[in-house]
């Protein structure tokens, strides 16, 4: 659902009510924006790291039983040193005093089978040891990870609107973990192991000579004082990198999430760019904890070796003067050694903990969190039933990440139960608000929501989510199969309730088209589908939960004529005796609403049905309905598919640079989703954990398997290669676009042709339409034209030259899209405007660019302006305020081409009528390709084209297809008008 979240400039940004409350807000926000998050951030420093024990929090008692037998293993492989010592001073005794002696070889015999017994138990305590600590190591881990999991899903909305993103999540359970389960496993066993060998060592030396151990152990203080203060250094310096590399694990999720955005805008080497720049920060933080380990360590050994020294020449003294023996000298000598160098190899498992501890504060620190709205909170009432009374009494609300942006302020509404609710008014008013209210994804500052008299939260949470049913704007798919994504709607659902399902939403049709049927894997975010065949797939979803309520936002917008008509009559069908509520701009979707609320700036200025509403020829109902063009039509989706460290830094810069270099369709395939691409990169912590540690065979395996995952993509040669600066470029770009007999088939679905011989002509500086029912292939003229795809057959040129013979880049450059579902990154406004000049616009184009667009009056009104940050995928922003912002990306960019899927479709009447008005000014003297349904969008053009199975059936103006009797136009354009009339 795009959250109309108020931050626009229809908000009371202009009320009186926001006067003095506004003023402490702005100054309370202007500090913890500019002084407080400094702070914060220098108090995250200080403590940046957990107690050692704390990481233990999670084991239970099979963990604690195989900690004290690892423990017992370790204690047991680490005194067989020291013992081994006294082993050799025995031996070195028996040479010295058996030297013309025929038993020698007798004596010697007996010495060599203690080392056979010592190696037989050493062994078995090594294997004690390190298997028990990698098993309980992988146990807590894994609970660590799943509970920290579990505690990402309990968190509510405002969790994830200001405080995460996908990408610092991934990075913690992929990279952290890691580095927590080798805190708390093997590495602590080895710690033991060392730390037994030293104190073995030094009790046996005490014991066979304590005169010439107390002069070696003067070496301890230096020793101690060395140690710890390089394991400060290291702890700090670990936790500045994990900061970094969470950071870069942000662009890789962004980048990788938004292939298409970031090839369509030539953005690639920006994204580079960014990853490299915290690369840098991490890369630095690892060269400074490179240079406190190896300087700790040397020194540490220096220390240990000039006692050494120290130790030989006064054991001399000691046989001459107090009676030692020579295995007795070379005993303790032998001990004190085995003892002080495991001291030093313990400094490798101390900079595992202290990398351990600082990844595990964060983690913890979410675990800890406890949300305002707890999902898993089983508390509350749960009733029989519910009626689905919904009222909003008084409700004053701003959303958390911007609590200066007043949304409701005594905002109040009343919704009967088994009535339909129609809520209306500008992009960015407040009526998807009311949505995420009633869901409970926010609380009301001030107010209460009630269901059937009772305040939203007396309910346990779960309980009355379940009677609520929400399609979204922007539907999201999961990566499974269309059955799997259906079932999610209900626990237990069986196939015939998924059939129906998909049935009553006009899905089946083309699901039972498809080569696997309900089978059908739908790809990363659904891409493999188009935009309408999602939305029917999450309709289908909601019809499944058979809910009390039911709350569409803009539930058909992304369906053609056809679809929404029968999706429309399904709807109103499970619609009857449920409460629905409905955020719609299209007079189709809202008439036959009992009760419509037209809201404007967070207040609802109107209420009535639709024909009360119309006999105020000077209400703002009415004023909506003027605004609309011929009505509103159904919009349909772009048819999408249809159908050690410097080395580490390398290969995370080739990883990436080598993602950023895959074509489209290497993205469409299987095992290639962003969390594989991020995956790849943010795994080579464990490679970095061989130098660093004694015990290879584990790491090792691991750090092979992170290599050959990096070095799959590294070597792997893209067919279509925006790295690529080979290819012609041309001095002048008229635009002229020819297709010539392309056939067409998507990577994933070979067996399905989406062109077969298709031709078009687009000449230059002309406009044309393409229209035709969702998954048509319209979309996929876009997709070939920017070269996300090569067609199978067929040629497609530019100016009379092969698309496939002019450098990708340039010819992308030459290009402006704007997609039905625009993509925004977790930046500015003004940062995502600028991205269409690759970062390179200057303020007074963001300025002309963001007018055009009909979007600098949102964004100036907003508290920071061009510096409001859009949230993760344009969270913080509504639909319509989000495509704005896209607009004027492509705008910025001054294309020759212009390619518009569904531009406006986001976008009210009054934003649509300005914005398309600003389109048709831009589009002057540019070729221009739209993919649209909107009759007011595609009328003006030159040429309108009817694709239908793949092939061109009509094509020319709208006045000569209109009046072919039966064409595959008009019928069209019959059911777009019959779907709007009044």
């Not at 925004?824 to 269409?836: C, E, M, Q, S, V």
């Not at 009104?861 to 639909?879: A, K, N, P, W």
């Amino acid at each position: 659902m795009a959250m109309e979240n108020g931050l626009n400039g229809d908000t009371n940004s202009n009320e009186a009510t926001t006067s003095k409350s506004q003023e402490v807000t702005e100054k309370g926000s202007s500090t913890s924006g500019d002084q407080a998050e400094p702070e914060k951030s220098k108090e995250n420093e200080k403590i940046n790291t957990v107690p050692f024990h704390k990481l233990f929090t999670f084991a239970d008692a099979t963990d604690i039983a195989l900690m004290i037998i690892g423990t017992i293993g370790a204690l047991g492989n680490g005194i067989s040193m020291p013992l081994m010592a006294i082993i050799f001073g025995d031996l070195i005794d028996s040479f010295g005093q058996n030297q013309n002696n025929t038993d020698i070889v007798k004596v010697v015999s007996k010495v060599s089978l203690k080392f056979v017994y010592l190696g037989i138990g050493s062994a078995a305590a090594a294997f004690l040891q390190v298997s028990c600590w990698m098993v309980t190591g992988e146990r807590q881990s894994g609970r660590l990870r799943r509970l920290y999991l579990k505690t990402i899903l309990r968190q509510d909305v405002a969790f994830f609107d200001k405080e995460t993103n996908t990408g610092e999540v991934v990075g913690r359970m992929s990279g952290d973990t890691v580095l927590i389960q080798d805190a708390m496993g093997e590495k602590v066993g080895k710690f033991i192991q060392l730390m037994s060998t030293f104190v073995g060592g030094f009790v046996i030396a005490f014991v066979r000579g304590w005169l010439l151990t107390l002069v070696m152990l003067t070496s301890i203080p230096p020793l101690a004082i060395a140690g710890g203060i390089t394991a400060v250094l290291i702890g700090k310096m670990a936790s500045r990198g994990q900061s970094a590399y969470a950071k870069a694990a942000v662009v890789v999720e962004q980048t990788i999430g938004s292939i298409r955005t970031v090839a369509s805008f030539t953005g690639e080497k920006q994204a580079i760019s960014n990853y490299n720049k915290f690369l840098g920060a991490a890369y630095t933080s690892g060269i400074h904890e490179g240079i406190a380990s190896g300087l700790g360590l040397g020194l540490l050994y220096f220390i240990i070796f000039t006692s050494y020294a120290l130790a030989i020449w006064y054991g001399g003294k000691m046989i001459l003067e107090k009676g030692y023996s020579g295995g007795e000298v070379f005993n303790v000598i032998i001990a004190v050694l085995t003892g002080s160098m495991s001291l030093g190899q313990a400094s490798p498992c101390l900079s595992a903990f202290a990398a351990g501890q600082a990844a595990a504060f964060k983690m913890f620190e979410t675990i800890n969190r406890k949300p305002e709205i707890d999902a898993y909170d089983a508390r509350g009432k749960k009733l029989a039933d519910i009626k689905g009374d919904i009222e909003l009494r008084d409700v004053y609300f701003s959303y958390p990440a911007r609590p200066d942006e007043q949304i409701f302020s005594g905002f109040s509404l009343y919704i009967s139960s088994g009535t339909t609710a129609a809520l209306v008014g500008q992009s960015g008013s407040g009526k998807s608000t009311v949505i995420s209210l009633i869901e409970r994804f926010y609380d009301p500052h001030a107010g209460e929501v009630l269901i059937d008299g009772i305040n939203l939260k007396e309910f346990q949470l779960k309980w009355i989510r379940e009677k609520i049913g929400l399609v979204s704007q922007e539907p999201v798919l999961f990566a499974s199969s269309i059955k799997e994504n259906i079932a999610y709607g209900k626990d237990g659902a069986t196939t015939e309730e998924i059939r129906a399902a998909a049935e009553l939403a006009n899905a089946s049709k083309f699901v039972d088209k498809l080569p696997q049927g309900l089978d059908t894997m739908v790809g990363e975010h659904g891409t493999q589908l188009s935009g309408g065949q999602k939305q029917r797939i999450a309709i289908a979803r909601a019809i499944l939960k058979d809910p009390r309520i039911l709350l569409l936002d803009e539930a058909t917008s992304a369906l053609d004529a056809e679809s929404e008509r029968v999706v429309q009559e399904a709807l109103d069908r499970i619609m009857v005796n449920r409460t629905t509520v409905i955020v719609a701009h299209r007079l189709s979707t809202v008439r036959n609403a009992d009760m419509i609320a037209v809201i404007h700036r967070g207040k609802m200025v109107e209420k009535g049905s639709h024909s009360e509403l119309l006999q105020d020829p000077d209400g703002a109902y009415t004023q909506l309905i003027r605004l609309q063009d011929v009505n509103k039509e159904a919009e349909e989706a772009g048819d999408g598919l249809n159908k050690s460290e410097i080395a580490s830094e390398s290969f995370r810069r080739s990883s990436l640079r080598k993602s950023m270099r895959r074509s489209i369709s290497r993205e469409s395939s299987a095992g290639n989703s962003s969390r594989h691409s991020f995956s790849a990169p943010f795994g080579l912590p464990t490679a970095y954990g061989i130098s660093q540690s004694s015990s290879l065979a584990p790491d090792s395996n691991k750090a092979k398997l992170a290599a050959a995952s990096i070095f799959a993509i590294i070597d792997r040669k893209s067919k279509i290669d925006p790295s690529d600066e080979s290819g012609m470029t041309l001095d002048n770009v008229k635009g002229e676009i020819e297709l010539h007999h392309v056939s067409f088939k998507y990577p994933l679905r070979p067996d399905i042709q989406v062109f077969q011989d298709l031709s078009l002509s687009i000449h230059a500086g002309k406009t044309v339409a393409l229209v035709g029912e969702s998954g048509s292939g319209k979309s996929t003229v876009i997709s070939l034209l920017q070269r996300f795809y090569s067609p199978d057959s067929g040629r497609i040129t530019l100016d009379g030259v092969e698309i496939q013979n002019l450098q990708l880049k340039w010819l992308r450059q030459q290009m402006g899209l704007v997609s039905q579902e625009p993509m925004l990154f977790n930046d500015t406004i003004r940062a995502n405007i600028a991205y269409g000049k690759e970062g390179n616009a200057t303020e007074a184009e963001i300025l002309a660019a963001s007018e055009l667009a009909n979007a600098h009056k949102f964004i100036s009104s907003l508290q920071q302006g061009y510096d409001t940050m859009v949230g993760e995928r344009g969270t913080q922003l509504s639909g319509g305020q989000k495509q704005r912002v896209a607009i004027a990306r492509a705008i910025i960019k001054s294309p020759k081409i212009l390619l518009l899927d569904e531009a406006t479709s986001a976008l009210d009447a009054e934003s649509e009528r300005v914005v398309q008005d600003a389109l048709d000014r831009v589009m002057k003297n540019r070729t221009t390709v739209v993919v649209a349904h909107r009759l007011s969008t595609i009328k003006n053009a030159d040429v309108i084209a009817v694709v239908k199975n793949g092939v061109i059936v009509e094509k020319g103006k709208h006045e000569k297809l209109i009046n072919i009797e039966g064409g595959f136009y008009a019928s069209l354009i019959s059911l777009h008008t019959s779907a709007s009339t009044v």
